[in-house]
């Protein structure tokens, strides 16, 4: 086992996991979101009508009313839609069993917390430990914990 391995299990051996991970991680509560009466008559109109229509009127939403591994495909390549006929015809079958009013619940549930977590450790980190780019100024550290940044993408 390793190190870190052994570190990470020793620190949820001490208790108090879940309040550290929070202070990394804060989960936030989240509004819903709101659809205009407009778009709610768009979307159900869509929804009446045939498979592409309702995919196409939901594709441009925030937020897609049920999870399904091709939606952002969908949405980087639209014209996909008129290609994959069996594809949507599954995904409008999923969408008219939940029904109108469940397409609209879903399309304003709340953003979920682990779509938002990306950033947090990176924010977190800044926070908390100094950061440099100057490889001399990393060596010569010998106190504290101090990053070294090899390139922009980087933390």
Not at 103 to 126: A, H
């Amino acid at each position: 086992m390793s190190d870190w391995v052994k570190k990470s299990f020793s620190l949820v051996g001490k208790g108090g996991y879940l309040d550290k991970l929070s202070e990394i991680y804060p989960a936030p509560a989240s509004d819903a979101r709101s659809i205009s009466e407009s778009e709610k008559s768009r979307i159900s109109d869509a929804f009446h009508s045939g498979d592409k229509d309702l995919l196409r009127a939901l594709l441009c939403q925030e937020r897609f009313p049920l999870n399904d591994p091709f939606i952002s495909f969908f949405r980087q390549c639209p014209g996909e839609i008129e290609e994959s006929p069996k594809t949507v015809a599954r995904i409008c079958q999923n969408l008219r069993r939940i029904g109108l009013n469940g397409i609209l619940d879903g399309l304003q549930k709340p953003p979920e917390f682990n779509r938002q977590m990306g950033p947090l450790f990176k924010l977190w980190l800044r926070k908390k430990y100094k950061f440099t780019e100057d490889k001399d100024a990393f060596k010569r550290n010998k106190k504290g914990i101090i990053f070294l940044i090899w390139f922009r993408l980087a933390i």
